[in-house]
């Protein structure tokens, strides 16, 4: 069967392509869910891409990923460094998780350099822009098989 990964995204990333984009691009959300889509997809796995800006909804949408996702690609944003939920729906998780960050959050402010996911991720991914995602996703499907005889 095809592994599914399901890509997560907090607080702001819809507003990708409006916000900062000195700092963030100027890929948009769909264009980027688009490419998630396609990197998985050449990666041998299946992709869902989802964002929101409530931090109970993102502990929902976690949740919902282990039950029913292979493994997890999670942008967190601003919740990696504040929320003690989503830290504790990603330790619950049972399937492996990758931290994604367009820039990287530990050469910004001070107050980003607080991970609540360090400790309870599978890897990391932070500062290559979109291709953060594209590596990530990468990484995941390898660590899933995809594409090997076993998969």
């Given at each position: 069967?095809?592994?599914?990964?399901?890509?997560?995204?907090?607080?702001?990333l819809?507003?990708?392509?409006?916000?900062?984009?000195?700092?963030?691009?100027?890929?948009?959300?769909?264009?980027?869910?688009?490419?998630?889509?396609?990197?998985?997809?050449?990666?041998?796995?299946?992709?869902?891409?989802?964002?929101?800006?409530?931090?109970?909804?993102?502990?929902?949408?976690?949740?919902?990923?282990s039950?029913?996702?292979?493994?997890?690609?999670?942008?967190?944003?601003?919740?990696?460094?504040?929320?003690?939920?989503?830290?504790?729906?990603?330790?619950?998780?049972?399937?492996?998780?990758?931290?994604?960050?367009?820039?990287?959050?530990?050469?910004?402010?001070?107050?980003?350099?607080?991970?609540?996911?360090?400790?309870?991720?599978?890897?990391?991914?932070?500062?290559?822009?979109?291709?953060?995602?594209?590596?990530?996703?990468?990484g995941?499907?390898?660590?899933?098989?995809?594409?090997?005889?076993?998969?």
């Amino acid at each position: 069967m095809t592994p599914l990964i399901q890509i997560l995204d907090g607080p702001n990333l819809g507003r990708l392509g409006k916000r900062e984009p000195a700092l963030y691009g100027t890929t948009t959300w769909d264009e980027l869910a688009a490419a998630c889509r396609a990197w998985a997809q050449a990666a041998g796995c299946r992709c869902e891409c989802r964002q929101t800006d409530a931090e109970g909804e993102l502990v929902g949408l976690i949740h919902a990923a282990s039950d029913g996702a292979d493994g997890l690609v999670l942008n967190a944003a601003a919740y990696t460094h504040t929320s003690v939920a989503v830290r504790d729906a990603v330790a619950a998780a049972g399937i492996p998780v990758v931290e994604v960050h367009l820039t990287n959050p530990a050469a910004r402010e001070d107050f980003r350099r607080t991970n609540l996911l360090e400790d309870v991720v599978t890897a990391r991914v932070a500062g290559f822009g979109t291709d953060s995602y594209r590596l990530a996703i990468t990484g995941l499907a390898a660590r899933l098989g995809a594409g090997s005889d076993e998969s």
